[in-house]
């Protein structure tokens, strides 16, 4: 048996197992395309804070944190403030909610839309979990695992599959380009191909970054491309304080606004800073530094400053990681398109959609496949109908 048959019904079977998950998948993945844009825009599109007055400055971030505390019962675990004058600053108080401040009075504006991030949640968990909840989630993860290492094996094996057998101008216009006025099987594969012509290489990548994801070795394996040692486990962190969690004694008000203020002169161009409040009086302030859309992990940096004092405990630019973490970093947001911008999610959002028209097409004609072979089988099995011919009486002898 010839490689391409060989790798054709290893394809075929895995692309009509996985079909109907992987089109989940792909579906989930339009609808996440700009999860991020459109809860900022649904969250603040209500709550811009222009300032009242020419050169007025943003209230110091202890002041911020109180007001929240006031309008809250609760403990904040982090502050987001972005460069943008009219943007309304972030309090958040554990995962769960984000309440939203005029940077300039203190004011408490809201919690932002509750039923868009409900609703983004959601599509998360079948983009995930297939809508799994509790310990059904285990089982649903191994079923989209395996489903991602299937998409990749049918993305690789499909630009196989798709390369001309003989090189002409013809035979790569009609698996290059769409073809109008086929019938319904030629078109579908017509379709199949010339999509995934066109959406092989970002769509490769898309996957590629989603195996890295869902399996803990082939992010290992990440680092040990680049020669490097597989960095050890996270320990478990503890689950931020929350509005039913007893408030921890710490120290909010005292050298919080020098360190923001040193935050702010580490990098010139900064587009938003988060400080993650720290739990005790000494411990270090942590700030998230970004100058990208926030899915760029090249253009974020973790600032830690020591609290008594204010000096540079750690810097951590995108530069200073190593190859394997900068590499892993960004396949995390390859997954995504974000690691581009706004470019790269249109990009993922288009391969997204043509993933889906990759399963359409490919389970229509895997059906149309079988209904010939059931019709081919059936008229091999039905029994030849013998015609005896019955003799004509001589009617010269009557």
């Given at each position: 048996m010839?490689?391409?048959?060989?790798?054709f019904?290893?394809?075929l079977?895995?692309?009509?197992?996985?079909?109907?998950?992987?089109?989940?998948?792909?579906?989930?993945?339009?609808?996440l395309?700009?999860?991020k844009?459109i809860?900022?825009?649904?969250?603040?599109?209500?709550?811009?804070?222009?300032?009242?007055?020419?050169?007025?400055?943003?209230?110091?971030?202890?002041?911020?944190i109180?007001?929240?505390?006031?309008a809250?019962?609760?403990t904040?675990?982090a502050?987001?403030?972005?460069?943008?004058p009219?943007?309304?600053?972030?309090?958040?108080?554990g995962?769960?909610?984000?309440?939203?401040?005029?940077?300039?009075?203190?004011?408490?504006y809201?919690?932002g839309?509750?039923?868009v991030?409900?609703?983004?949640?959601?599509?998360?968990?079948?983009?995930?979990?297939?809508?799994?909840?509790?310990?059904?989630?285990?089982v649903?993860?191994?079923?989209?695992?395996?489903?991602n290492?299937?998409?990749?094996?049918l993305?690789?094996?499909?630009?196989?599959?798709?390369?001309?057998r003989?090189?002409?101008?013809k035979?790569?216009?009609?698996?290059?380009?769409?073809?109008?006025?086929?019938?319904a099987?030629?078109?579908?594969?017509?379709?199949?191909?010339?999509?995934g012509?066109?959406?092989?290489?970002?769509?490769?990548?898309v996957?590629?970054?989603?195996?890295?994801?869902?399996?803990?070795?082939?992010?290992?394996?990440?680092?040990?491309?680049?020669?490097?040692?597989?960095?050890?486990?996270?320990?478990?962190?503890?689950?931020?304080?929350?509005?039913?969690?007893?408030?921890?004694?710490?120290?909010?008000?005292?050298?919080?606004?020098?360190?923001?203020?040193?935050?702010?002169?580490?990098?010139?161009?900064?587009?938003?800073i988060?400080?993650?409040?720290?739990?005790?009086?000494?411990?270090?302030?942590?700030?998230?530094?970004?100058?990208?859309?926030?899915?760029?992990?090249?253009?974020?940096?973790?600032?830690?400053l020591?609290?008594?004092?204010?000096?540079?405990?750690?810097?951590e630019?995108?530069?200073?990681?190593?190859?394997?973490?900068?590499?892993?970093?960004?396949?995390?947001?390859?997954?995504?398109?974000?690691?581009a911008?706004?470019?790269?999610?249109t990009?993922?959002?288009?391969?997204?959609?043509g993933?889906?028209?990759?399963?359409?097409?490919?389970?229509?004609?895997?059906?149309r496949?079988?209904?010939?072979?059931?019709?081919?089988?059936?008229?091999?099995?039905?029994?030849?109908?013998?015609?005896?011919?019955?003799?004509?009486?001589?009617?010269?002898?009557?």
């Open positions: 010839k490689l391409r048959k060989i790798i019904w290893v394809h079977p895995i692309g009509v197992a996985a079909g109907i998950v992987i089109l989940i998948m792909c579906v989930t993945g339009v609808l395309a700009y999860e844009q809860i900022s825009w649904a969250d603040t599109r209500h709550y811009r804070s222009a300032p009242p007055a020419t050169n007025t400055q943003r209230l110091p971030i202890e002041t911020l109180a007001k929240a505390r006031d809250r019962e609760g904040p675990t502050v987001t403030i972005k460069s943008d009219l943007a309304p600053a972030e309090i958040a108080f995962r769960e909610t984000t309440l939203f401040a005029n940077p300039y009075t203190g004011s408490i809201g919690q839309s509750p039923k991030r409900a609703f983004f949640r959601g599509v998360t968990d079948w983009h995930r979990w297939l809508g799994a909840n509790g310990e059904n989630r285990n649903a993860r191994a079923i989209t695992g395996a489903s290492l299937g998409f990749l094996f993305v690789m094996s499909g630009f196989y599959l798709w390369w001309p003989n090189w002409n101008l035979a790569l216009r009609n698996v290059t380009w769409f073809r109008r006025g086929l019938p099987r030629a078109r579908d594969f017509n379709w199949h191909n010339v999509i012509f066109w959406s092989a290489v970002p769509l490769f990548i996957v590629l970054s989603a195996v890295v994801i869902s399996y803990t070795w082939a992010g290992n394996l990440v680092y040990r491309i680049v020669g490097e040692t597989t960095p050890a486990p996270r320990a478990n962190q503890p689950a931020p304080a929350s509005a039913n969690n007893e408030k921890p004694k710490v120290d909010l008000s005292n050298n919080l606004q020098p360190g923001w203020t040193r935050a702010e002169q580490q990098v010139s161009d900064w587009r938003s988060t400080l993650q409040l720290p739990t005790s009086a000494t411990a270090p302030l942590t700030f998230n530094i970004d100058r990208g859309t926030g899915g760029q992990p090249q253009k974020r940096a973790q600032l830690v020591d609290r008594p004092t204010g000096d540079v405990v750690r810097w630019p995108f530069s200073s990681q190593t190859r394997g973490r900068q590499l892993r970093s960004i396949l995390r947001f390859a997954h995504t398109g974000e690691v911008g706004i470019v790269g999610q990009i993922a959002a288009l391969v997204s959609i993933g889906a028209f990759l399963v359409i097409t490919g389970l229509a004609l895997a059906m496949r079988l209904v010939a072979w059931l019709s081919r089988r059936a008229r091999s099995a039905k029994p030849a109908v013998i015609h005896v011919s019955t003799p004509v009486p001589d009617s010269a002898g009557d």
